[in-house]
């Protein structure tokens, strides 16, 4: 499995609209913050690639997707500090991979 609802579980105490929500919201969200994060590393937008990688870090741990949390972090620090696009061309593909079948399989799982 891509993610882990450990987080989610801890933090709703077993209230399952609770969860469902932060699903629904995660679902809602993430696709337009990825095509924008998308985009501004197409534009070379440092500022941007920093702020919608900030944005999407703490919805991919809450997911328990450890992995690409450490992907996004590495292109968030490489976005505030204007460094190596090489970098974070070379992450991303991953991130969208990955965050994207999450998407599949959260809306598969949860008939959303």
């Not at 933090?11 to 469902?20: M, P, Y």
């Not at 999407?56 to 997911?63: F, R, W």
Request: a negative charge; charged letters at 30%; glycine letters at 6%.
């Amino acid at each position: 499995m891509l993610y882990n609802l450990d987080k989610i579980d801890e933090l709703s105490g077993g209230d399952e609209d609770f969860r469902l929500s932060v699903i629904s919201v995660f679902l809602e969200e993430i696709p337009q913050d990825l095509a924008i994060l998308k985009e501004a590393i197409k534009n070379q937008d440092f500022e941007s690639i920093y702020q919608h990688a900030h944005k999407i870090k703490p919805n991919v741990d809450l997911l328990g997707m450890e992995e690409v949390r450490q992907k996004v972090l590495a292109i968030e620090k490489q976005g505030r500090n204007e460094k190596d696009m090489g970098i974070i061309n070379g992450l991303f593909p991953f991130v969208e991979e990955t965050i994207n079948n999450v998407i599949i399989e959260l809306k598969d799982n949860f008939k959303l």
